[in-house]
């Protein structure tokens, strides 16, 4: 069983196609990387994934389960951040993730440790104490990711995680995520950043047009084998309809 599916995805806004019968999964222990252009449909993909939206057609699952209906087991298991962070502005980073500890299951007696423990993993200490509300938009897409992980996700869907970071906290995420899928975790990543993905993702998919137009493999020349790929994709659209 793979441990974040899509399968045959179709779903439309008004007359826009988001999501042309797109297919996608991620096994446990592997980072995949969902690359393409704005509006190629990414996020309404992850959407899907964390039951924020209903796909007109196709299915998807979380651990198995229907993220539309995900229930408490798996749902302790899961960590997103599609959009806004699931984070309370008045609260502090540390409130934050200890709450977002409890809220996945984490026993009450390891709360503190394991809080600490991520939020010096993203270089968050000096801002424990401060409210989330006064913190810089890297800092907060970091807090973010920190209430995502603490309590060690089996599965894991972030929408891109690195693009209020600077140069360190995008090697911090990289690392994090990195060491998550080695621990065993199935990660997902949506990303402009071409070359940041190679460096971390086993397997990148280029969506384009709400379909999977192929993989590339991770490594030099990223976004010219993109744009190649994305350019190869409309050729063969253009033809079809012709």
């Known amino acids: 069983m793979r441990a974040l599916a899509l399968h045959g ?3 439309r ?3 826009r196609a988001a999501l042309d019968d797109l297919s996608l999964d991620v096994a446990a222990g592997e980072v995949v990387a969902m690359v393409g252009l704005n509006g190629a449909g990414k996020t309404t993909a992850l959407r899907i994934l964390t039951g924020r939206v209903h796909p007109q057609q196709g299915t998807a699952h979380v651990l198995g389960a ?4 995900l229930g408490t087991t798996a749902a302790r298991r899961f960590g997103h951040v599609v959009g806004a ?3 309370s502005p008045d609260l502090t ?4 993730v200890r709450t977002a500890a409890l809220l996945h299951g984490v026993a009450r007696a390891d709360v503190p440790a394991a809080s600490a423990a991520v939020v010096h993993r993203l270089d968050l200490d000096a801002w424990a104490g401060a409210r989330a509300r006064t913190l810089s938009a890297g800092n907060a897409q970091r807090l973010g990711i920190a209430c995502a992980v603490v309590h060690g996700p089996s599965a894991l869907v972030l929408d891109e995680p690195t693009s209020a970071l600077d140069p360190r906290g995008v090697v911090l995420v990289r690392e ?3 060491s998550l899928a080695d621990g065993g975790a199935a990660v997902l990543v949506s990303s402009h950043h071409l070359d940041e993905v190679a460096r ?5 998919v280029v969506v384009h047009g709400g379909r999977d137009v192929g993989e590339l493999a991770p490594g030099p020349e990223m976004e010219q084998r993109f744009f ?4 190869e994709a409309d050729a063969g659209r253009s033809g079809s309809a012709a």
């Open 228 to 231: 190649a790929r994305v350019l």
């Open 200 to 204: 971390v993702a086993d397997r990148v």
């Open 66 to 69: 229907d993220p539309a209906t």
């Open 85 to 87: 962070a699931l984070v």
């Open 13 to 15: 806004f008004g007359d």
């Open 176 to 178: 994090l995520v990195r």
């Open 9 to 11: 995805l179709r779903h």
């Open 93 to 96: 980073v540390t409130e934050n």
